[in-house]
Nanobody
């Protein structure tokens, strides 16, 4: 499966953005999909994930209550709605997918397929 992440941009603190991860080549509905981010000089970190089977979701503590992950199977797309953005949310955001994941959704190396990343910049 090929993944294309989009929707990043420049936004003021307190604003919102919606990222999209569009898949091609395979049906994304059966894949676990995760969003990760990487800020300059920092390691890639988990943001949110959604399973392919039950649609269960997981969030990093730093984004819980502000971000929401969802999927639209008809559009073969997973979204990350980001509200109440903070300057510390500034990073390149990546989506990742794997058809076999049943655990370890927070671990980047568990995912086989990655998109190219989209920049999110939150100004104070």
């Amino acid at each position: 499966v090929q993944l294309q992440a989009s929707g990043g941009g420049l936004v003021q603190a307190g604003g919102s953005l919606r990222l999209a991860c569009v898949a091609s080549g395979r049906t994304l509905s059966t894949y676990a999909v995760g969003w990760f981010r990487q800020a300059p000089g920092k390691e890639r970190e988990f943001v949110a994930a959604i399973t392919g089977s039950t649609g269960s979701t997981w969030y990093a503590d730093s984004v819980k209550g502000r971000f929401a992950i969802s999927r639209d199977n008809a559009k073969n797309t997973v979204y990350l709605q980001m509200n109440s953005l903070k300057p510390e949310d500034t990073a390149v955001y990546y989506c990742a997918a794997d058809p076999r994941l049943i655990a370890g959704f927070r671990i980047a190396r568990a995912y086989d397929n990655w998109g190219q990343g989209t920049q999110v910049t939150v100004s104070s």
